[in-house]
């Protein structure tokens, strides 16, 4: 993100040198992006992509900041001696790092994490992850993902990072890989929970599990919607009264799943970024005028993280830049 953001100003600056070749930088872009339906695509050192946006992302960004309406006033200004420069940085962004990454090279890095989600007789799901939080909102997202997975509401959620003495083993924080590795192993880990409740839910109930569900804390009939038993019952029960439970019934509601990617080296994401800047020719002073983003991040978990993320990139980049 910061090094696009570097890429751009620096070809901003440059701009005028660039048309010298006789094409503008936005088609020169489009003509050497690989188009948006030839995924999926391996680059020639065997690098797989599955979905890149590469020409949507480029589309989006030249309209929303009125790209021809820029190079019109771009080229009225400079015979007011008035220098303007426009530069485009196209980005992919590696995440996800597979065992290839660090395991053939012998570094005891782990590529893999876990995660266990138990139900509390309380009714609240403890999370406990490998992933840790440094301030990027892990544990927000792992919050969201296993109260969708389980079927409760995020207050029924307690989430537990950093501490190795009682998470599963796992790679940490490390190259944008909390959401997409240490986020799967949650989802796992819910799904199975939720349908571990509803085994212990069905016994009690006496009713066929593919009639239930879970929503709102509670355990529901899927096709009435009719609310049947509180999760807090559901672990009462499986804790307290097994005593009550199929002599031949377990309740296990306590879940732990890890997750490898393997498919792909890398999840790949992807986007393009323009700024607008003016010139002192007289003293080389760049003024930063405008900047725009435009970033495909896939799934989005939590808009606002999301988007804190792309301004705390693009202010970095200017940083580095400029200063």
């Given at each position: 993100m910061g090094h696009s953001i570097a890429v751009a100003l620096t070809e901003a600056i440059v701009d005028l040198a660039a048309q010298k070749l006789g094409m503008d930088p936005a088609e020169f872009r489009r003509r050497n992006l690989i188009p948006d339906d030839a995924y999926p695509y391996a680059s020639p050192a065997g690098l797989k992509f599955e979905k890149l946006s590469h020409h949507k992302t480029l589309d989006l960004l030249l309209r929303t900041m009125n790209y021809p309406a820029l190079r019109a006033e771009q080229a009225q200004l400079r015979k007011q001696g008035i220098y303007r420069g426009i530069g485009l940085a196209a980005m992919i962004e590696v995440t996800n790092p597979s065992p290839a990454f660090y395991g053939v090279g012998g570094a005891r890095i782990s590529a893999q994490d876990g995660a266990t989600l138990r139900l509390e007789p309380t009714g609240i799901v403890t999370v406990l992850c490998s992933v840790?939080?440094?301030?990027?909102?892990?544990?927000?997202?792992?919050?969201?993902?296993?109260?969708?997975?389980?079927?409760?509401?995020?207050?029924?959620?307690?989430?537990v990072t950093g501490d190795t003495g009682v998470?599963?083993?796992?790679?940490?924080?490390?190259?944008?890989?909390?959401?997409?590795?240490?986020?799967?192993?949650?989802?796992?880990?819910?799904?199975?929970?939720?349908?571990?409740?509803?085994?212990?839910?069905?016994?009690?109930?006496?009713?066929?599990k593919a009639e239930l569900d879970i929503a709102g804390n509670?355990?529901?009939?899927?096709?009435?919607?009719?609310?049947?038993?509180?999760?807090?019952?559901?672990?009462?029960?499986?804790?307290?009264?097994?005593?009550?439970?199929?002599?031949?019934?377990?309740?296990?509601?306590?879940?732990?799943?890890?997750?490898?990617?393997?498919?792909?080296?890398?999840?790949?994401?992807?986007g393009i970024q323009a700024s607008l800047v003016e010139v002192d020719t007289d003293t080389g002073f760049v003024r930063l005028l405008k900047h725009w983003c435009v970033e495909d991040s896939g799934t989005v978990i939590n808009p606002m993280l999301v988007d804190e993320q792309l301004r705390g990139g693009v202010i970095q980049g200017i940083g580095a830049a400029l200063y």
């Open positions: 840790t939080e440094q301030g990027q909102g892990t544990e927000a997202i792992f919050a969201q993902i296993a109260a969708s997975a389980v079927g409760v509401s995020l207050d029924k959620i307690k989430v998470t599963p083993y796992g790679g940490g924080t490390w190259a944008s890989r909390g959401a997409g590795i240490g986020g799967e192993a949650v989802l796992q880990a819910g799904r199975a929970l939720r349908s571990n409740l509803l085994d212990v839910a069905a016994a009690i109930l006496k009713m066929e509670a355990v529901i009939n899927k096709l009435t919607t009719e609310k049947k038993l509180d999760l807090a019952e559901v672990g009462r029960v499986a804790y307290f009264r097994p005593d009550t439970l199929p002599m031949d019934f377990q309740s296990e509601l306590t879940v732990t799943r890890h997750y490898t990617p393997r498919q792909y080296g890398f999840t790949f994401t992807n």
